[in-house]
């Protein structure tokens, strides 16, 4: 039997499960699969934008929601204006709570 990989987590599990074991997520449904997208359109769908996952070794709370929370969303920040010669570094971090989407922690870094 094939293997299913998580969409929150990307760790394997048996492709019959109801849920992931790793994340405790439920497994999407079959018809949610596949993505087709439309010829006529450019636009990049929502799904393809999530960041990065990262799963905690032991589950905390969100200070915001109060959730349980086993995994991180990660985004990259890009400096995309600045009006002055900036000293600040061009790139960085967010992280974010998988439930309420607010903003953990945020970083600049220099790489």
């Known amino acids: 039997m094939d293997d299913a990989t998580c969409q929150f987590c990307a760790k394997e599990f048996p492709a019959n499960a109801k849920r992931c074991p790793h994340c405790l997520r439920d497994a999407p449904a079959a018809d949610q699969d596949v993505y087709e997208l439309p010829v006529e359109?450019?636009?990049?769908?929502?799904?393809?934008?999530?960041?990065?996952?990262?799963?905690l070794e032991f589950p905390a709370r969100c200070p915001h929601c109060r959730e349980l929370v086993r995994a991180l969303r990660v985004f990259r920040l890009k400096r995309t204006l600045a009006n002055f010669t900036s000293t600040l570094p061009r790139s960085g971090r967010v992280v974010c709570c998988p439930e309420c989407e607010r903003i953990l922690t945020a970083e600049l870094t220099a790489l």
């Open 41 to 55: 359109t450019s636009e990049i769908p929502p799904e393809w934008r999530r960041g990065a996952v990262y799963t």
